[in-house]
């Protein structure tokens, strides 16, 4: 199994910035993707962004040239700059970890942490 233990959230006007970051912890060299998902109230769970072991990286487009996805496979922790935060970024954001042993594959969150943009 993997574990996944968020942290950064906060509340923050609209154009600040905020950095969350996820350490995983246990089965992590099944690890093959990580990224973030969010959740705003009354509405489903969205992918914000991935990155790949190899470097390959991906955003929603509402994120695009505002947030930055950034992994340390060492240290097993992925980050999420956010910048120029809009209020429409407001959600609770989930790490996701994607991965496979054998030929079994694995799907693990974090606990999620609150972001809050006001306008």
């Known amino acids: 199994q993997v574990q996944l233990v968020e942290s950064g959230g906060g509340l923050v006007q609209a154009g600040g910035s905020l950095r969350l970051s996820c350490a995983a912890s246990?089965?992590?060299?099944?690890?093959?993707?990580m990224g973030w998902y969010r959740q705003a109230p009354g509405k489903q769970r969205e992918f914000v962004a991935s990155i790949t072991t190899g470097g390959i990286i991906n955003y929603v487009d509402s994120v695009k040239g505002r947030f930055t996805i950034s992994r340390d496979n060492a240290k097993n922790t992925v980050d999420l700059q956010m910048n120029r935060l809009k209020p429409e970024d407001t959600a609770v954001y989930y790490c996701n970890s994607f991965g496979r042993i054998g030929g079994v594959t694995n799907n693990y969150w974090g606990q999620g942490t609150q972001v809050t943009v006001s306008s």
């Open positions: 246990g089965s992590v060299f099944s690890i093959i993707v």
